[in-house]
């Protein structure tokens, strides 16, 4: 079992920047850490996603050059540094883990992101 627990969600204005945490506990040797998010009115997506080996990193398109993801050298806490953020990327921001990057086992219960115009 894994227990993943976000913070640093809240309310920003378009263009500002924001870090993102999550804390793992549990059995989280070799797996993958990463962040999907929910708009309202449209489907979870993916975000970004990192290795227990800080090797191996994806991102959806849109992030691109201005969201990264880091996981701390213990491996049981994953980042995700927003900037230059979008009124679109106002979502629930859920932070994730499993064997394969994309599809995660096990999902935390999610922090609010909100970005004003």
């Known amino acids: 079992q894994v227990q993943l627990v976000e913070s640093g969600g809240g309310t920003v204005q378009a263009g500002d920047s924001l870090r993102l945490s999550c804390a793992a506990s549990?059995?989280?040797?070799?797996?993958?850490l990463g962040w999907f998010r929910q708009a309202p009115g449209k489907v979870r997506e993916f975000v970004a996603g990192i290795s227990w080996t800080n090797i191996t990193t994806d991102s959806t398109d849109s992030v691109k050059g201005r969201f990264t993801i880091s996981r701390a050298y213990s491996g049981n806490t994953v980042y995700l540094q927003m900037n230059g953020l979008k009124p679109e990327a106002t979502a629930v921001y859920y932070c994730t883990a499993g064997l394969n990057i994309r599809t995660p086992e096990y999902w935390g219960q999610g922090t609010q992101v909100t970005v004003s115009f």
């Open positions: 549990g059995r989280t040797f070799n797996y993958f």
